[in-house]
């Protein structure tokens, strides 16, 4: 089976500077607050099912406080706010950030214009 790849519409930032097989950017997931820990419990499940636990390409990341969401946000390239707010202060410190994923329907907690406005593109599931 061929690992996923990350396509976004600016590639994910290495620290490395190499963009290569062996070099591969990690994708952090931030999954955002208290609720719905099955969301974070099933991620992990199904990355294990693939063979692919935290690994050096993909690192998924639990911020349930406001200060640990705000500490993860310049580290985030996809987060899921769950029932947290994604407001201007979050999304301007989330340089790295491509896409907000939310879960079931809603995406009023999400500052869109201000997504928009920084190439992040956001989904509900």
Avoid: Y
């Amino acid at each position: 089976m061929t690992p996923p790849a990350w396509r976004f519409l600016r590639p994910l930032a290495s620290s490395t500077g190499k963009n290569t097989r062996s070099h591969r950017p990690k994708c952090r997931v931030v999954f955002a607050g208290r609720h719905f820990q099955a969301g974070l419990a099933s991620t992990h499940a199904l990355l294990q099912a693939h063979g692919r636990p935290q690994s050096a390409d993909i690192e998924l990341i639990h911020a349930p406080s406001r200060k640990e969401l705000m500490e993860a946000a310049p580290k985030a390239d996809v987060a899921l706010p769950f029932m947290e707010h994604f407001d201007k202060e979050f999304i301007r410190a989330a340089q790295r950030l491509r896409l907000i994923q939310q879960f079931g329907v809603g995406l009023e907690r999400v500052d869109i214009d201000e997504a928009t406005a920084h190439g992040i593109a956001f989904a509900r599931s």
